[in-house]
């Protein structure tokens, strides 16, 4: 009897393992299933004669080419071309184009491709931006820079001499009245950056200046400032007055994506340092706007996080798609038909703007 019962005994090990294995391969069809059950998707393919630069807008994207600036809608159909010429570059937002080669600067109307100003400035232009009523260029050389502001007809309203600073980053803001910019003081023992506030035309309303942290992001959130740091969200009033009441802590995250298709609290999204620019992607997502703060984790390693509106979608290189949406602990995620290298973004429709080399897709994730 001992002898038969131990002859039965890895016949009954094998069966539960059997099953074991069983149950674990549906639990893992069923994720897969659920992650990756659509891979057909609605795309087209603009080939591109050079792929030198390409921004999502709205309705399309903006691309350079080389010589042209064109736009591109969302159906792939092209709305417009202007030659601007050899070693150009720009910036496109739902404003219009800005685009610039040397001390030349050309504002463009993003809807019909008509030029609203072409002109030379007197220093080489490093960047610009065409906002609601205003265009802020930035003037080098790169320390001790100028920030011109002029009107859309290149009528100038005034000049801000920034001494013993590097501009980082500037934008408009509160409808497009009122300009901010975060600049980096390496003057002192310690670098520091200040973020100020003018009135076009007119003095400085305000200004951030942090000693606990180092600063690296301005959010707009209604009528006041939300500044990213190292440590801490802080939140300001135009005059530079921190509302200590929301304070909110992200040490140990770094914000790798802001909707800024949205002037007004848009959505941003953190991850956890070690994951930012990580060979494996980003996976532990943190999603934050307004009083709103909730973490996922995407399926995948994601090369590119793109915030739009309450989503946040991540691609990752090997063909994947993951979308995450606020106050939904559910992610989706979704094989892609098509092989790419670079993620522009995604536009107000939900179409998503890939390129692999001088083709660039539409993609419709809806």
């Not at 309203?157 to 509160?174: D, H, P, R």
């Not at 092989?339 to 179409?351: I, P």
């Amino acid at each position: 009897m001992e002898r038969n019962q131990t002859a039965r005994l890895p016949w009954a090990i094998a069966l539960l393992i059997v099953v074991f294995v069983s149950v674990i391969a549906l639990l893992v069809g069923r994720l897969v299933s659920n992650a990756t059950h659509r891979s057909s998707y609605d795309y087209k393919a603009i080939q591109l004669a050079a792929n030198l630069g390409v921004e999502v807008v709205d309705d399309g994207f903006v691309y350079y080419d080389g010589s042209y600036i064109g736009a591109v809608t969302t159906e792939g159909h092209t709305k417009w071309t202007y030659l601007i010429g050899r070693n150009a570059d720009f910036d496109a937002n739902v404003n219009g184009i800005a685009a610039w080669t040397g001390e030349s600067l050309t504002l463009i109307d993003g809807q019909t491709g008509t030029p609203s100003f072409s002109g030379a400035m007197e220093t080489d232009v490093l960047s610009a931006c065409i906002g609601e009523k205003y265009t802020a260029v930035l003037l080098g050389p790169e320390h001790n820079s100028t920030i011109v502001l002029m009107e859309s007809g290149g009528r100038r309203v005034n000049s801000i001499t920034l001494t013993n600073q590097t501009v980082i980053e500037y934008g408009f803001f509160s409808n497009g009245t009122l300009l901010w910019i975060m600049s980096l003081d390496t003057s002192g023992t310690v670098p520091s950056c200040t973020v100020n506030t003018y009135r076009p035309g007119k003095e400085m309303v305000g200004s951030i200046h942090d000693n606990e942290q180092m600063v690296y992001g301005v959010v707009f959130q209604s009528s006041y400032f939300c500044c990213a740091g190292d440590t801490f969200l802080k939140v300001y009033d135009y005059t530079g007055k921190e509302d200590k009441t929301r304070r909110r802590k992200v040490y140990g995250w770094y914000m790798a994506t802001l909707d800024e298709s949205v002037l007004d609290d848009p959505l941003m999204a953190f991850v956890p340092n070690a994951q930012y620019d990580a060979d494996a992607g980003m996976q532990d997502i943190r999603m934050i706007r307004a009083h709103l703060d909730q973490q996922v984790r995407m399926p995948y390693g994601c090369q590119s996080l793109i915030a739009r509106n309450d989503r946040v979608y991540g691609f990752s290189t090997e063909g994947y798609v993951a979308i995450a949406q606020l106050g939904n602990q559910t992610v989706n995620a979704y094989a892609l038909p098509m092989m790419f290298d670079k993620v522009y973004g995604v536009t107000a429709d939900n179409m998503a703007v890939l390129g692999n080399g001088n083709i660039v897709y539409i993609l419709n994730l809806s």
